[in-house]
């Protein structure tokens, strides 16, 4: 079946700027994640959402960023006034409730966005 | 101090090798042990999950030691293939469920 699915690929945007990141997780996955990952930084954990709710937005660095998710499917992570220390690689994944694989994360191709 | 580190490496070993990566974390209500694998410019890919006896998969041994907080991963007989980062991740007892803390990856270089 489909995996993760992320858009756009790449992003090169002003210093200012808006942008917006989406995510389409692998259906029927209720849990969905979003980190990134950072030149020398490893992966960071941003936000999760457990259905349409985030429960856990500890991870946002700071109030620029915001994240929603809708019909429990698609999210769609936007940074507002885009700094330059956000040029990161955008990660997304999505968890089933299937016992089997419960703790596996899928993760998406990602989203490199480039604030110039 | 951060919650997953490891050998930043690079590891860089002949094909047949025998290459070892350690990992270590700090919390010790950590829950979850995994090793994921990170091809360049690509997304991270789970490997193999940790147990605390030990597992094996084909070539790959993963090893957990609660007492110490140290986790590894053994490659036996390199293949190019192997060529990728090597990220150790845990989960939190009590945590967002599932949220995971990566270490920086390993990143292992298999030549001919």
């Known amino acids: 079946g489909a995996g993760v699915s992320q858009s756009p690929s790449n992003k090169v945007t002003e210093k200012g700027k808006d942008v917006e990141l989406r995510c389409d997780p692998i259906?029927?996955?209720?849990?969905l994640y979003w980190y990134r990952q950072s030149l020398g930084q490893g992966l960071e954990f941003l936000i999760y959402?457990?259905?349409?709710?985030?429960?856990?937005k500890s991870g946002l660095p700071s109030d620029r960023f915001s994240a929603e998710r809708t019909g429990g499917s698609v999210s769609t992570l936007t940074i507002q006034r885009t700094q330059q220390e956000d040029s990161a690689v955008y990660l997304c994944a999505s968890r089933g409730t299937d016992r089997s694989s419960y703790n596996e994360q899928f993760f998406g191709p990602g989203t490199r966005l480039t604030v110039l | 101090r951060k919650e997953v580190e490891q050998d930043p490496g690079p590891f860089n070993v002949p094909e047949g090798a025998t290459v070892a990566f350690n990992c270590t974390y700090s919390?010790?209500?950590?829950?979850?042990f995994f090793w994921y694998r990170q091809d360049c410019r690509k997304e991270p890919k789970l490997l193999m999950s940790?147990?605390?006896s030990g597992n094996e998969d084909g070539r790959f041994t993963a090893q957990l030691n609660r007492a110490s907080q140290y986790i590894s991963l053994l490659i036996r007989d390199s293949k190019l293939s192997d060529s990728a980062t090597y990220l150790c991740v845990v989960i939190d007892r009590g945590s967002t469920l599932g949220r995971l803390y990566f270490g920086r990856g390993t990143q292992l270089t298999v030549w001919p």
């Open positions: 959402f457990q259905g349409n709710s985030a429960p856990d």
């Open positions: 940790v147990y605390s």
């Open positions: 919390n010790s209500a950590s829950q979850s």
């Open positions: 259906s029927g996955h209720t849990a």
